[in-house]
T-cell receptor, first 114, second 112 residues
Framework: NAGVMQNPRHLVRRRGQEARLRCSPMKGHSHVYWYRQLPEEGLKFMVYLQKENIIDESGMPKERFSAEFPKEGPSILRIQQVVRGDSAAYFC????????????FGQGTRLTVV | KQEVTQIPAALSVPEGENLVLNCSFTDSAIYNLQWFRQDPGKGLTSLLLIQSSQREQTSGRLNASLDKSSGRSTLYIAASQPGDSATYLCVRLRDSNYQLIWGAGTKLIIKP
């Protein structure tokens, strides 16, 4: 079991470009969560997805950000028209459907907007 | 508003010392609590998970305790080593499991 895989590990985008962050959950996990960590701050919840469904996106900015978890393939966090304030580490976690289980995190994608 | 507070924000100790990191939370309706470490520029490594029905968990030189009545968790590190230098994060899992409430972390430096 390769664990939660995120790619790319580092991503540099110019202002106005699009950033696409990918997350492949652990085998057997159908729940995916995205978190953002701004410099010198803790992690903030963004969105919780199950296969083909967004369960809770209360932490996601209303504009420019979107997330999906298709039936096949990884979960994608998409940021359109990036701005410097989007520079952060974006972490993905996965879990089984059972409550009380551990949250397993990927290594994160560090987005730098120049 | 549920919050998780970690004290101290930073800690520097000589190698070999035993140390305690503290985590407190405002909402006693905790479900689980998990400790992570984060190395500079890297991802998160899960250290210990304490389920709501448990009081402590141990892994090697690490011991984490949970006291729901006082709203506190502690991470005890025995015989600290330079490799323990990292930021330690305390995470409270709400009953819905996905709403993780994070502390800001304790930055630990172990001096050789």
């Amino acid at each position: 079991n390769a664990g939660v895989m995120q790619n790319p590990r580092h991503l540099v985008r110019r202002r106005g470009q699009e950033a696409r962050l990918r997350c492949s959950p652990m085998k057997g996990h159908s729940h995916v969560y995205w978190y953002r960590q701004l410099p010198e701050e803790g992690l903030k919840f963004m969105v919780y997805l199950q296969k083909e469904n967004i369960i809770d996106e209360s932490g996601m900015p209303k504009e420019r950000f979107s997330a999906e978890f298709p039936k096949e393939g990884p979960s994608i966090l998409r940021i359109q028209q990036v701005v410097r304030g989007d520079s952060a580490a974006y972490f993905c976690a996965s879990s089984t459907s059972l409550q009380g289980t551990e949250a397993f995190f990927g290594q994160g994608t560090r987005l730098t907007v120049v | 508003k549920q919050e998780v507070t970690q004290i101290p924000a930073a800690l520097s100790v000589p190698e070999g010392e035993n140390l305690v990191l503290n985590c407190s939370f405002t909402d006693s309706a905790i479900y689980n609590l998990q400790w992570f470490r984060q190395d500079p520029g890297k991802g998160l490594t899960s250290l210990l998970l304490i389920q709501s029905s448990q009081r402590e968990q141990t892994s090697g030189r690490l011991n984490a305790s949970l006291d729901k009545s006082s709203g506190r968790s502690t991470l005890y590190i025995a015989a600290s080593q330079p490799g323990d230098s990292a930021t330690y994060l305390c995470v409270r899992l709400r009953d819905s499991n996905y709403q993780l409430i994070w502390g800001a972390g304790t930055k630990l430096i172990i001096k050789p």
